[in-house]
């Protein structure tokens, strides 16, 4: 069950704004042991939500590494989203109405911030594990920094210090897309929808790249249908994809996420390299890479692990891409498994 926390005070963003107060969704797993060392925070994703059972498939299972009889899971939905944390839909106090396109940019360190009041409501100094994959990965990273003593390990998966230009590039396709939707600015929760299932389309192949394409999308028989011979099987899928995405979130939270991305360097006002930032790094860590994804590349992972001071490097080999830490879940498990019995 979802449950709410209410933070009456005011929320200042880094672009200057101020939130009246913000409400932040939240799930937990399990029970919190005697001396409250058996606590897990996850850390989720773009378009994810705080239910981590229900978009991290067979990981909160008995022997996984959300394991909810051995540990107590949080995770929160970060802000700006479409799950319950203050974001675009979300009513202005002082309006009455939803801010819509007037929500202000946020960051990955005004995301984590919410979630230290959280942390803070909750009674939670420290835990056993901060883990998070993607824009999860990043909020891990802002958090470790801003409060070294939060975390005792921390994994990272499939993720980079920096938004490199590449993935930029596939986040303003997407922006370009919702914008140019004639619906997108008009004051309501559906507006931009068809510009956000074509924004889906193209980040689902930055998500899976071509060898997960190819393996999953061929065409049954013969290429061409004598019927149709301009039809695909791909062509449905993406249309389809789409649609999911639109029937459940909407296109003010996805250009300001994806802006928010956009915006993540760990070396942003530190006054160093993104390399001397991560040697600053004080909890143990765990990279975990993947083979075929494009977006956050095993580069992205090495730098990673080789500046960390305390860091070890795992890779998922997979043909499903940035994906692959969803879809290879027996892999991820093993190797946080093995993470948090060193």
Not at 4 to 23: N, Q, R, W
Not at 66 to 73: A, R, S, V
Not at 179 to 186: S, V
Request: hydrophobic share 40%; charged share 20%.
């Amino acid at each position: 069950m979802v449950l709410t926390y209410h933070s009456p005070t005011p929320f200042e963003l880094e672009c200057g704004a101020v939130l009246p107060g913000i409400d932040i969704a939240y799930h937990t797993f399990g029970r919190l042991n005697a001396d409250a060392s058996n606590i897990i925070w996850v850390c989720h994703a773009l378009t994810a939500n705080s239910d981590v059972a229900d978009w991290w498939p067979n990981t909160v299972v008995p022997g996984g590494f959300l394991d909810p009889e051995q540990y107590f899971i949080v995770c929160a939905n970060v802000l700006g989203s479409h799950y319950g944390t203050t974001g675009p839909l979300s009513a202005d106090p002082a309006t009455g109405s939803p801010r819509f396109n007037s929500f202000p940019e946020i960051t990955v360190r005004d995301i984590v911030g919410a979630h230290r009041l959280l942390a803070d409501h909750l009674g939670i100094r420290r835990v056993k594990l901060l883990i998070g994959s993607s824009l999860g990965g990043f909020q891990c990273m802002e958090w470790a920094l801003i409060d070294p003593d939060f975390a005792e390990r921390v994994a990272l998966v499939a993720t980079s210090a920096r938004t490199s230009p590449w993935a930029a590039a596939f986040n303003e396709s997407q922006r370009m897309a919702i914008e140019a939707d004639p619906t997108y600015g008009e004051p309501r929760p559906d507006a931009g929808r068809r510009g956000l299932e074509a924004a889906r389309s193209i980040a689902l192949l930055s998500y899976r790249g071509a060898p997960a394409y190819n393996l999953t999308q061929a065409d049954r028989g013969a290429m061409t249908d004598p019927q149709s011979p301009f039809r695909r099987r791909v062509h449905s899928y993406q249309r389809h994809q789409g649609e999911k995405l639109s029937a459940r979130f909407n296109a003010y939270s996805y250009h300001r996420l994806s802006r928010a991305v956009d915006a993540h360097d760990i070396a942003r006002d530190r006054g160093d390299s993104v390399e001397q930032v991560l040697r600053t790094f004080k909890p143990k860590a765990l990279v975990v890479g993947i083979t075929s994804d494009i977006l956050f590349t095993l580069a992205d992972a090495r730098q990673l692990a080789d500046n960390i001071p305390d860091a070890r490097l795992e890779t998922i080999s997979s043909d499903f891409g940035h994906d692959g830490f969803l879809v290879e879940h027996a892999q991820l498990n093993t190797i946080i498994c093995n993470f948090l019995k060193q």
